[in-house]
C-alpha cells in the first residue's frame, strides 16, 4: 500500500512562498506523482504533475511560472515549490501517485490518481 505524508502548509502573506514535501513509500512500482489543490465550494484541480524519471512536469495554466514540482535523488520525496503566492491560491493541498501509465494530457487528472495524501492547508492572506 502506497503511503504519501505531507508537510509544509501554513499561512503567508501575498507575495510569500512555501514548499511543500510529499513522503512516498510503500511504491511497487512508481509512476506519476501529483499535487492537487482544492478550495472551499470549489472542484479539486490539478496543480502539478511529475513523471517517475523528473524529466517531464506539467503544470496548470494558473500556476506556471510561479510554483515547481520536483524529486529528491532518492525519489522518495515530492516537492512543490510555491512562489510568488496569491489568494486565489488558498486552499487544501494535495500529494497523489497515479496507480498506473497516465495517457498523453491526463497527468493533472484527478481520476489518473488512486493513492493521496492527507493534504496541507495553505492560506495565503491579503
Known amino acids: 500500500q502506497v503511503q504519501l505524508v505531507e508537510s509544509g502548509g501554513g499561512s503567508v502573506q501575498t507575495g510569500g512562498s512555501l514548499r511543500l514535501s510529499c513522503k512516498a513509500s510503500?511504491?511497487?512500482?512508481?509512476?506519476?506523482m501529483g499535487w492537487f489543490r482544492q478550495a472551499p465550494g470549489k472542484e479539486r484541480e490539478g496543480v502539478a504533475a511529475i513523471s517517475p524519471s523528473g524529466s517531464n512536469t506539467h503544470y496548470a495554466d494558473s500556476v506556471k511560472g510561479r510554483f515547481t514540482v520536483s524529486q529528491d535523488n532518492a525519489k522518495t520525496t515530492l516537492f512543490l515549490q510555491l512562489n510568488s503566492l496569491k489568494a486565489e491560491d488558498t486552499g487544501m493541498y494535495y500529494c497523489?501517485?497515479?496507480?498506473?501509465?497516465?495517457?498523453?494530457?491526463?497527468?493533472?487528472?484527478?481520476?489518473?490518481?488512486?493513492?493521496w495524501g492527507q493534504g496541507t492547508q495553505v492560506t495565503v492572506s491579503s
Open positions: 510503500g511504491y511497487a512500482s512508481r509512476h506519476y
Open positions: 497523489a501517485a497515479a496507480s498506473g501509465a497516465i495517457y498523453v494530457g491526463r497527468w493533472l487528472q484527478d481520476r489518473e490518481y488512486n493513492h
